[in-house]
């Protein structure tokens, strides 16, 4: 059975700093890797996807990377904003037969400090 | 371009009502997901459906019936509503080729008192 663990659970950091959010899974058997975000109250926003056969993708401040090998993916995000501050999720779908299995980190939550 | 729309957005229901969750997604997906969220418990799988005319039970089933009679669209009963059941559920989709991006609906907060 797939699992997929965010370490850590929460993080503080000052405006401008350069971090860096953790994704493991146990079964690297994977056909994608998405990562989310969720503001308090509100729904999951897609941020980046990585499939199977990548080993990055990239949008604006945002760079997600994949290592199957290792069952580990992060999302970089570079000179934080307090708008980023939000609830940062990874979700591993299974490949094969088993690619409408889908599992999901508890999420790390964010706070950028001004 | 609608993606996936949740009806209604929010809902009180009493101990022992029946209400259904409507998620429709205008994406031609193949994959349909209904979670819950709950502070501290993450999202968990309360059914999900491959395909029209197909539903099957994820973690969290006890309590709630499905129905995906036409592809577009997937209905989450609650047939007698629990206190239990109070929660944020999402609806989401997702197409099983190509990158297989997942897409959310918005959420639907719902009440038992």
């Known amino acids: 059975k797939q699992e997929v663990t965010q370490i850590p659970a929460a993080l503080s950091v000052p405006e401008g700093e350069n971090l860096v959010l953790n994704c493991s899974f146990t079964d690297s058997a994977i056909y994608n890797l998405q990562w989310f975000r969720q503001d308090p109250g509100k729904g999951l926003t897609s941020l980046l996807l990585i499939q199977s056969s990548q080993r990055e993708q990239t949008s604006g401040r945002l760079n997600a990377s994949l290592d199957k090998s290792s069952g580990r993916s992060t999302l970089y995000i570079a000179a934080s904003q307090p708008g980023d501050s939000a609830t940062y999720l990874c979700?591993?779908?299974?490949?094969?037969?088993?690619?409408?299995?889908?599992?999901f980190g508890k999420g790390t939550l964010l706070t950028v400090n001004p | 371009n609608a993606g996936v729309t949740q009806t209604p957005k929010f809902r009180v229901l009493k101990t022992g009502q029946s209400m259904t969750l409507l998620c429709a997604q205008d994406?031609?997906?193949?994959?349909m997901y209904w979670y819950r969220q709950d502070p501290g418990m993450g999202l968990r799988l309360i059914h999900y459906?491959?395909?029209?005319?197909?539903?099957a039970k994820g973690e969290v089933p006890d309590g709630y019936n499905v129905s995906r009679l036409k592809k577009q669209n997937f209905l989450l009963g609650l047939e007698s509503a629990a206190p239990s059941q109070t929660s944020v559920y999402f609806c989401?989709?997702?197409?099983?080729?190509?990158?297989?991006?997942?897409?959310f609906g918005e959420g639907s907060r719902l009440t038992v008192l």
């Open positions: 979700a591993v779908v299974d490949s094969g037969g088993s690619n409408y299995k889908l599992t």
């Open positions: 989401a989709s997702r197409t099983w080729t190509g990158a297989g991006e997942l897409f």
């Open positions: 994406m031609n997906h193949e994959y």
């Open positions: 459906s491959v395909g029209e005319g197909t539903t």
